[in-house]
């Protein structure tokens, strides 16, 4: 069956159109969290630091209030004061940096309790009691140090480290859905008794919750008490609470009121609710909710997409809602996130932590199944891709292999100037630089020490600029004091590039910016200079002799040999001409009939793509998969901003242009890495987080 044969019933355009919105739910919610997760917790944290600032600015009203306003029974007034000043100084400074947040929450969880049982029953109290049991069981969001620093810490071997990540985990996957149970409960009480009851109970938050109007808080008390569609139900308490807010009900308790609602609608109702059991209940009602069965599959037009890396994910993910079958296939299990090879090559991050498996990333897509091979070759007639001796057919064909480095015609320099495109790459390049210095250290011939302590990178585009960047940084400041007889920072890093100006297809202001900053580090950057030898001992630059034993290549790339596979001319480069929406013309049958080809005007891009901006997102081009002639596709990565370097890069968008560290932010602050989401142009979810923010 081809795409235009597929017939869509009502009923799976239902299901398509509820599993859209819930998807676009699930991401706005996902997105929001991380903002609304960082308010809650400087609004804490505000809250109790300032009354901890009063209190040591007037000792004496604060024993005064421990003594007769409070009095503990369980403790003596002095030590009380001088425990809560501690704590309301300490602990919110660690809640707002989501450092040790579940450590920060646990006193300030008591010291509310404390406050509410033997002071004042505020309803204030109780909403803040249950954000810091929030944070007490589940910890702090994406924009805290905590997740920052998690991965590193459950590897290290600190005593207790990885006994407390694993019981982090536990809490959030074992105590969260009982904490969220309990919330529920506890609020859809408090709304039934406010509703009904003329008292207000001071644990239930009696007096703010009667300002909801009866029959919304009864409605909201029954769905919020056995969890059915608690996000809608909490945005209406909270869209009620603000009405109520601005009609002149007490402000500050509402405030608290709506925080505390938003972790609901933006977190749902947890495990233990019947909003758990709908995806269940509308895959029996509606069939191909959660996606199309098997048998459906079978009969779908069937997408194959070659590559994981960021074109072909983005594709894939793109397909999702589409009734298509989708085999993704690579020769690696994992997406490879490039642009922080550089990190690995100098020992920044570690190889897993840029390294996602594919089938994670595609665990809830029902529509694509990720297959793991090497293509050799396409037959166009047969429609099939050749992988390690198995034909998979295809309607639609995505080629997404990408490139690798080219040394142009001058293979035999490979193992002497390793490039750096995979995690191996990364590896080498790190275990010969590490070993550099060692080399340096244990020589006594000074021209040795020299030659071994000069590190040289041919090219000066993105990835020559990232090298020379951190290998300087890591010869000036990561290993200042580690060696006894060299100075590491007294390394030479020499940056060879042809080009008049480094960057050379970034604006010149930029370019600019990262020759400043590549100098401050010391970087030596020899423009005009072309490399015409390249051995064990060194380079030829220019006709004259530098002593390196540490070349690295970044000076080019060719596409992968996508180009042969289809019969389709390219350019030098293995570059392919693609039409507007990326479909690619194979050579025509007879010369001279395929105006695309030798001849045309049209600009080459790459079928097996580099770096072609000008292209549009393979996601877009991909959107809705109309026939095409041959039915093959090349895929371009979505642009992407620079990655968050340190040293000098620049972001170049076309309307903004960013350098330094205003690049770093944006680029580190970007909303799909920060929540995770695989389609992130620059990243790929999962692995993002960890190695945007490290780097
Ligand atoms: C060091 C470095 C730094 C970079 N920094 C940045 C940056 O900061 N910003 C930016 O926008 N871009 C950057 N880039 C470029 C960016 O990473 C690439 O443009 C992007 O990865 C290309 O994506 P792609 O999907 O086309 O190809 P790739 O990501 O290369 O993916 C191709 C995939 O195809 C698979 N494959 C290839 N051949 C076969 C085969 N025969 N059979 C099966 N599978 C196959 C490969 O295993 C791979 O997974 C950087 C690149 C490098 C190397």
């Not at 919110?92 to 033997?118: E, K, N």
């Not at 938050?205 to 109007?213: E, F, I, K, N, Y």
């Not at 580190?668 to 990243?683: D, K, L, N, Q, V």
């Amino acid at each position: 069956m081809s795409a235009t044969q597929t017939v869509r019933t009502p009923q799976t355009q239902l299901a398509d159109s509820i599993r859209r919105g819930t998807d676009i739910l699930k991401w706005s919610s996902q997105g929001t969290w991380p903002v609304v997760d960082l308010a809650i917790r400087l609004w804490l944290a505000q809250a109790f630091f300032v009354s901890g600032v009063l209190k040591v600015g007037n000792w004496e009203t604060a024993l005064n209030l421990a003594r007769y306003e409070y009095p503990v029974p369980w403790i003596d007034p002095v030590t009380a004061a001088y425990l809560g000043a501690s704590i309301e100084l300490v602990a919110p400074v660690l809640l707002a940096l989501g450092l040790a947040t579940r450590l920060a929450a646990l006193p300030l969880l008591l010291l509310t309790l404390v406050m509410q049982h033997y002071y004042v029953a505020l309803d204030e109290q109780l909403f803040w009691a249950w954000l810091f049991a929030g944070y007490l069981v589940s910890g702090a969001g994406p924009l805290s140090l905590d997740r920052l620093l998690a991965p590193g810490l459950a590897d290290s071997a600190l005593p207790l480290a990885s006994a407390a990540s694993r019981a982090a985990r536990w809490m959030s996957i074992r105590v969260d859905p009982i904490y969220r149970l309990g919330l529920r409960l506890w609020l859809a009480g408090g709304l039934a008794l406010a509703a009904i009851a003329s008292a207000p109970h001071p644990w239930l938050a009696g007096r703010t919750l009667a300002v909801m109007p009866q029959a919304l808080a009864l409605a909201c008390a029954l769905l919020l008490a056995v969890g059915l569609a608690t996000r809608p139900a909490a945005l209406l308490l909270a869209a009620a609470a603000l009405g109520a807010g601005m009609a002149g009900a007490p402000a500050a308790h509402l405030a608290w009121l709506v925080l505390l609602l938003a972790g609901l609608l933006l977190r749902g109702g947890g495990a233990i609710s019947v909003d758990r059991l709908i995806p269940g209940l509308l895959e029996r009602v509606l069939p191909g909710y959660a996606g199309p069965s098997s048998v459906e599959l079978a009969a779908l037009p069937r997408v194959v997409i070659v590559g994981a890396g960021f074109g072909g994910i983005a594709c894939a993910r793109e397909l999702r809602h589409e009734p298509v079958s989708v085999t993704l296939i690579d020769r690696q299990n994992y997406h490879l996130f490039q642009p922080l090879l550089y990190q690995v090559a100098t020992a920044g991050l570690a190889p897993s932590d840029i390294a996602s498996p594919i089938r994670e990333l595609f665990r809830e897509q029902r529509n694509a199944r990720v297959l793991l091979g090497s293509v050799t070759t396409v037959d166009r007639e047969r429609r099939e891709v050749h992988m390690d001796g198995k034909r998979i057919p295809y309607d639609y064909l995505v080629l997404a292999t990408g490139a690798s480095h080219s040394y142009f015609g001058r293979d035999d320099w490979a193992p002497f100037a390793p490039g750096l495109k995979r995690v191996e790459d990364a590896t080498e390049v790190r275990r010969r630089l590490l070993l550099a210095f060692e080399r340096a250290e244990a020589s006594d011939d000074a021209a040795e020490r020299d030659a071994q302590m000069t590190f040289l990178i041919v090219g000066g585009g993105p990835t020559g600029v990232e090298l020379a960047g951190a290998i300087a940084e890591l010869a000036r400041y990561g290993m200042a004091q580690d060696f006894r007889d060299i100075d590491p920072a007294q390394a030479r890093v020499i940056l060879v590039q042809s080009a008049p100006r480094i960057l050379p297809t970034f604006p010149e202001p930029l370019s600019a910016q990262a020759t400043r900053a590549l100098q401050a580090l010391g970087v030596q950057i020899m423009t005009h200079s072309r490399v015409t030898d390249i051995d064990d001992a060194g380079v030829l630059v220019n006709g004259e002799r530098i002593a390196s034993r540490t070349v690295l290549w970044a000076a080019g790339v060719v596409a992968s040999p996508a180009a042969a596979w289809l019969g389709a001319e390219a350019d030098r480069a293995g570059r392919v001409p693609v039409g507007p929406d990326l479909t690619v013309t194979p050579r025509s049958p007879r010369p001279g009939r395929d105006s695309r080809f030798p001849g045309s005007r049209r600009r080459p891009s790459k079928a097996a793509d580099t770096q072609p901006a000008s292209l549009p997102r393979g996601s877009r081009a991909d959107r809705r998969l109309r026939p095409s002639p041959t039915g093959i596709r090349a895929v371009s990565p979505p642009s992407a901003a620079r990655p968050p370097w340190s040293t000098s890069a620049g972001s170049g968008y076309t309307a903004l242009r960013l350098g330094g560290c205003g690049a770093w932010c944006m680029c580190s602050s970007c909303w799909e890495c920060a929540t995770g989401s695989p389609s992130c142009g620059t990243g790929s979810g999962p692995i993002s987080p960890t190695a945007a923010a490290r780097a």
